[in-house]
């Protein structure tokens, strides 16, 4: 027989040093993610936004932009991949087995595409520093990667913020307008994520909201 916590369904968990570790935890991973992956999409855009191939080519400034910004994606996945395990932690109470799955299948596909799109860029970059350079492969490389982040990565993050916030309304653990939001960023996400350059940073600035109010909020107790 497990233990009884004292938490049932439905209620928000006992708070218990192990519960605000996790908490804190979960907040931490998040910011982390969320503040290394807008830096690495903004040094990106602004690198690739404009240009044609030849301008891009004699421009070392905007390769430098690049590399930096891919530099960070594998650091931006190791915190998501530690913000989806404390955040499963924190859900285990309540743990629903069809969202459960949803989330991390959705989160680890982003986390993927994530870094395919960032190979993706650095293989543009050889073309570039190539003397036999080809601006059609250079062309092809540059769609790919926009395309696997901005479309197919961020439709997995709309799935994975669909999951977080029908589970998260379950805990009372943040408030639910955080939640709410979270149905909206993700309808925009699979509407128009490939529609409008700045769309997908909706993703990550959600996280970070939802992160910092984990942090320094504590769920609300019901009386029983």
Not at 186 to 199: F, H, I, N, P, Y
């Given at each position: 027989?497990?233990?009884?916590?004292?938490?049932?369904?439905g209620e928000p968990p006992v708070p218990t040093p192990p519960f605000w570790r996790t908490r804190r935890a979960a907040a931490i991973a998040g910011i982390a993610f969320a503040i290394l992956l807008i830096t690495a999409m903004i040094l990106m855009r602004l690198a690739v936004s404009e240009g044609d191939f030849e301008a891009f080519q004699a421009d070392a400034g905007r390769r430098t932009l690049i590399m930096q910004g891919v530099g960070l994606v594998p650091f931006a996945g190791i915190a998501f991949l530690w913000f989806i395990g404390v955040v499963r932690e924190q859900l285990a109470e309540i743990e629903d087995r069809l969202f459960s799955t949803v989330?991390?299948?959705s989160g680890l596909l982003f986390i993927g595409m994530m870094f395919m799109s960032a190979v993706t860029s650095v293989t543009m970059l050889e073309v570039i520093a190539s003397p036999n350079a080809d601006a059609d492969l250079w062309a092809f490389g540059r769609t790919s990667a926009e395309t696997l982040i901005s479309v197919y990565a961020m439709r997995m993050a709309a799935v994975f913020t669909l999951s977080v916030s029908t589970v998260g309304l379950r805990t009372s653990s943040v408030p639910r307008w955080v939640f709410y939001l979270g149905y909206l960023?993700?309808?925009?996400?699979?509407?128009?994520?490939?529609?409008?350059?700045?769309?997908?940073l909706l993703f990550p600035a959600w996280v970070l909201l939802l992160s910092v109010i984990l942090l320094f909020t504590r769920p609300a107790r019901r009386d029983s």
């Open positions: 027989m497990t233990e009884d916590h004292g938490a049932s369904i989330f991390l299948g960023v993700a309808l925009v996400l699979l509407v128009a994520s490939g529609e409008r350059q700045w769309t997908p």
